[in-house]
């Protein structure tokens, strides 16, 4: 049989726990009371109308059906040779409303009906509340797309790291987190908002995220006032997580150096951006249109010698000094391969020695 007083204790509890209207949590309960009823004592068709009453304890399952001349459809309708005395009281189309719930919750059915009831509520409700929470935190990141949030770390759980924002808990997923970071509870964290959007398959979709490479833009966003006010512009940005980030910026002033207004001074504007992101480094790249000057640049700290560019193909080779070639190829080619990417350019190192012309 239905406890209704312990369904009244889980929706309470659930609702406090995960923040969800118990409103909202009594018409998922009530859905799914209806879909057992359908399966065991109607059919799909029929429109049944569950209520629970937590003030009197009490459930009432009914089942509307239209009134028609004739049926097609037993299911949803009624004739009205079977409203028999009461057939002047309607009209063609008219809903009648019956009430089955003495039928369903007698002494024979009771038992069977509430543990099919409750079983279908138990799978529900744990849908519901998954679609119900991605809802949630939909709403509540909803306009935030592309920004940092400073969100404090509640808990670390099975590689997940839970956080706080707002009183509200969300998930950092592992997919997201930087292998090498140390995060602790208490601990406040700039979080990138990396997408929120409405998709068929994770309808509604919220990534948040300490890797992906806007986190570092965004970054700069917030405490670089001239990327906001357009006076400098990112125009490409690559990133490593927690080795190496490589940004390519623009001005249309003559007067000002994008890559020193970036930088601060003494350093602090970069150092704000480095501390938050561990000490990951940071390459900050001039653009002035010039390909070569350009690709040279990106190679810091190696020493270029020459630059042969194919801009047909977007390739191109680049000489450095020998004993340079370390400097410019970097951890299993990584600064080759960020270069790359920076540039939209595919690059090949070459070596010279002193002797070379």
Excluded: C
Excluded at 19 to 30: A, G
């Amino acid at each position: 049989m239905l406890d209704i007083a312990q369904i009244e204790a889980a929706v309470n509890m659930i609702s406090a726990e995960k923040k969800i209207p118990k409103e909202k949590l009594i018409d998922i309960i009530e859905s799914a009371i209806k879909t057992a009823y359908k399966k065991d004592y109607g059919t799909r068709d029929e429109n049944v109308n569950v209520v629970i009453n937590f003030e009197t304890k009490s459930i009432e399952i009914s089942i509307e059906k239209t009134v028609v001349k004739e049926v097609t459809n037993p299911s949803t309708e009624i004739s009205f040779e079977d409203l028999w005395e009461d057939a002047d009281a309607y009209s063609e189309w008219d809903i009648v409303e019956f009430d089955v719930t003495d039928e369903v919750m007698s002494e024979d059915n009771a038992e069977s009906f509430g543990r099919i009831a409750s079983q279908a509520a138990r799978q529900v409700i744990i849908q519901k509340i998954w679609e119900t929470e991605k809802e949630r935190i939909f709403e509540l990141f909803k306009g935030k797309e592309w920004e940092v949030i400073s969100m404090k770390v509640d808990m670390i759980e099975w590689g997940k790291v839970i956080l706080d924002y707002n009183g509200n808990s969300v998930v950092l997923p592992k997919s997201e987190q930087v292998s090498r970071d140390n995060y602790v509870a208490d601990q406040r964290l700039y979080i990138y908002v990396a997408e929120v959007a409405v998709t068929e398959k994770y309808w509604p979709r919220v990534v948040l995220s300490r890797k992906n490479a806007g986190l570092v833009e965004a970054l700069f966003w917030l405490f670089v006032p001239e990327i906001e006010e357009w006076v400098i512009n990112i125009d490409n940005i690559v990133r490593k997580a927690w080795v190496k980030t490589k940004l390519l910026v623009s001005t249309n002033y003559d007067e000002i150096d994008p890559v020193w207004t970036l930088i601060g001074q003494k350093w602090m504007r970069v150092k704000s951006v480095m501390e938050e992101l561990w000490g990951e480094k940071i390459d900050i790249v001039l653009n002035d249109w010039n390909i070569e000057n350009i690709l040279k640049k990106s190679l810091s700290p190696a020493q270029v010698i020459w630059v042969k560019v194919n801009e047909e193909e977007s390739k191109a080779v680049i000489t450095v000094a020998a004993w340079d070639r370390a400097k410019a190829v970097w951890k299993n080619w990584l600064n080759v391969n960020l270069s790359s990417e920076l540039t939209w350019y595919t690059i090949s190192i070459e070596e010279a020695w002193e002797n070379d012309k």
